[in-house]
């Protein structure tokens, strides 16, 4: 039986295409994950064999003060300094931002993946490995490392449509708008013709974007779920699964932009309303992200209280 709330969701077509953009995100997350990982073993190894400084018997001698903070980074001894001129060498962004804040530096000599951190946005310090990360954390590595021989503007593309997705505060998106992702995806994959686990979502994708998505009403005796052309079904679980992970990743979008105040406060309290509104009418996907919306409005209170302060105020403490 499909609940009403679903039915009603997915009758909508905008929304219904937000949902299917997210899943084609979801499946190339899935299907760049492995292909990534390797590579960057490949890349680490050829960075020790071309740099004898950089073997793994060299370790850091500066301990915590090798720290990097955000996208500052001042090497404290050898080791660190030349790990850090040998990134920027591959780095595509050398001259802008770079994330260092994502790295444990003393882990560059044994640890792909640290070396790999360093190419992806902020908000990554606690991921170990591809499988941690979202399609847009490996479309930046790609984006950013110059070991993927990659059509950097189809790359660029796909990262645009990302973030339009992630930033429609209606969690909705027009069939043209569809379209035209269909085809910046499909670029973007035709890049890895050779692949086979990218192969194989290319044609998944394809089918998904093209597909009805109707979701029958129960008493009208049709299967439930969403019907693929083909027949090929999604469960209803399926798709709430869908759309609970994707939602999440908004939520954790958000609460990035607002730890790094790269958005205004108001902004981020209008969005949180948008989709708080949004689940008071959906109750079977409120209930999973409880979680995610205390922290952000934890971090929204905390930053209303700074900002309640008036400058030039002294405790009585404070008072000369």
């Not at 929304?15 to 492995?34: D, T």
């Amino acid at each position: 039986m499909v609940l009403p709330e679903l039915a009603a969701r997915l009758n909508c077509t905008e929304y219904k295409n937000w949902v299917k953009a997210g899943y084609c995100l979801l499946l190339l997350r899935g299907c760049l994950q492995g292909f990534v990982g390797r590579e960057m073993v490949a890349f680490h190894r050829g960075l020790l064999a071309s740099a004898p400084g950089l073997s793994p018997g060299t370790t850091c001698r500066s301990g915590s003060r090798c720290s990097p903070r955000a996208r500052q980074f001042q090497p404290q001894c050898q080791v660190c300094a030349e790990w850090k001129r040998e990134i920027l060498k591959h780095h595509t962004n050398r001259n802008g931002d770079v994330h260092w804040g994502n790295c444990r530096p003393s882990r560059w000599p044994v640890d792909a993946w640290e070396v790999a951190k360093a190419f992806m946005p902020r908000g990554l310090a606690d991921k170990t490995g591809p499988e941690d990360c979202d399609a847009v954390a490996l479309l930046n590595l790609i984006n950013s490392c110059d070991h993927f021989m990659v059509d950097r503007k189809k790359v660029t593309e796909v990262i645009k449509c990302r973030n339009d997705i992630m930033h429609s505060s209606e969690m909705k998106v027009s069939s043209t708008w569809l379209r035209d992702f269909q085809r910046k995806i499909q670029n973007f994959l035709n890049e890895f013709r050779g692949i086979p686990e990218i192969v194989e979502v290319y044609s998944r994708i394809e089918q998904l974007l093209i597909s009805d998505w109707a979701v029958h009403i129960p008493e009208e005796d049709h299967r439930d779920g969403c019907e693929y052309e083909t027949g090929v079904y999604l469960s209803e679980s399926q798709v709430n699964e869908i759309e609970m992970e994707f939602l999440k990743e908004k939520l954790q979008e958000m609460y990035l932009q607002a730890k790094e105040q790269e958005v205004l406060p108001e902004e981020i309290l209008n969005r949180l309303e948008v989709i708080k509104e949004f689940l008071r009418n959906n109750e079977d996907l409120r209930n999973g992200l409880t979680e995610d919306l205390q922290k952000l409005d934890s971090l929204h209170l905390q930053h209303q209280k700074l900002n309640s302060k008036e400058p030039g105020v002294q405790t009585p403490e404070g008072e000369a």
